[in-house]
């Protein structure tokens, strides 16, 4: 159980990782690209809603 646990929490905190990894690229990308469409804010929203349903797949 134990294991599990730590497992959970080490998973866990690569997903906060990756996450911050993928909304500083999505900043980058929003801020470097203003003629792509779909716009930039979307895009960001699109990866943020993913990230936010990985962690929550994984951490559950």
């Known amino acids: ?6 497992l959970k929490k080490r998973v866990a905190r690569q997903v906060a990782q990756c996450n911050a990894v993928v909304l ?9 690209s203003r003629a792509c469409n779909p716009p930039p804010r979307a895009v ?3 990866i943020s809603l993913f990230a936010a349903r ?4 994984i951490v559950a």
Do not use: G, T
Not at 1 to 6: N, V, W
Not at 24 to 32: E, L, M
């Open 1 to 6: 159980m134990d294991k599990h646990r730590y």
């Open 24 to 32: 500083r690229s999505a900043a980058f990308f929003a801020a470097n």
């Open 44 to 46: 960001a929203d699109r």
């Open 54 to 57: 990985l962690h929550n797949v």
